[in-house]
């Protein structure tokens, strides 16, 4: 039984498949390598006969990478990169982001009209295929990748349990996309301010590997023992994600089986940092190694934070995320499905809690006055 209905057949085996697929994000692979094994997990969950899946650049929202099987050569991703991608504007990765959208189905957003999508006109369609479903996988509001499946014509479009499995997966991936990101700064000699520290645990919780900007990071979480390399004086944050990781891909419970590991901890220096966990692969010649990546905490993450401190409502969060991005009453509106009148009056209670008049003072209040105080 779960929460009063009975398990099926089905229900157990798209959990198997969805805790393989959570342990892969969780497994410090490079991004290629997540993208193709978590897609050969996904096929037997969600049925598909080709894909297309992609890397994105979270500042400019561009695609660095693109992985294709069965849906074109290498002439039909040029043309989807260089054109397409900038002019179909139907479940448009951005957009999705920005409606916290995080999985679409082409027939919805089309009305059952494909052909309305650009894509499928000049790509999908030629190839053969009919339905799509798409996934834009984020941290936040952070976009680090998107998949596009697609079912040959004449077969059944996605089923509703299908579109919320990959919906059920998709944070993970987001956070699998980004520590894959994250992690080449192992082998980075830069150490720019904004840099992200990552370090490699053996077993033993000794440090194997480090790359230049970790240390940095690490002073900034706390005094730093003078044997830190050896698994000694390295900040409890560190531990309690890693153990916060490895409890969650036990999947005891629900909770434990959805749950992103990933905590935000503020500097020495008022700066907030993010830390994220993964857990390596063993191979014959290495074991299972926990590598730990220590970053910046974006202008987002920051907002967040401040915006719980003030005791804001979930609601209330969503519409200061697109307050700060600029988005009118109206359009906050028409992205989360309320009136006019519903978004002034969250305004007024938010700028009661938050303690300003207006919309300025409160992005100020917010953000500005939590980096620099």
Known sequence: MRGGRTVSTLDLASDRVFAEAKRLCYSGLDAATLRRRLLARLRSAVPFEGYVAFTMDPSSGLITDGLVEAMGDERGLRVFLEHV????????????VRNRLSVGLLSEATGGKLERALRYRELIGPAGFGYELRGAFTTGTE???????AREKGRPDFAAREVAFLRRIAPHL??????????????DDQDSDDAAGVLVLDQRGMVVQHNAAAERRLRELGGLAARWREGEGLPAPLWAVLGALRKALKAETDRDLNSTPQVRVRGRSGRWLTIQASLTEPSLTRPSEAVLIIAPAGPKQVLGLSAIGYGLSPREQEVVDLVVRGASTKQISQALFISEYTVKDHLSHIFEKVGVRGRRELVKRLYLNTIFT
Do not use: K
């Open 143 to 149: 976009l680090w990748g998107g998949l596009c499946l």
């Open 85 to 96: 991608c900038f002019e179909d504007d139907v479940l448009e990765f951005n957009w999705m």
């Open 174 to 187: 987001g956070a699998g996309l980004r520590a894959a990101t994250l992690q080449q700064a192992l082998h």
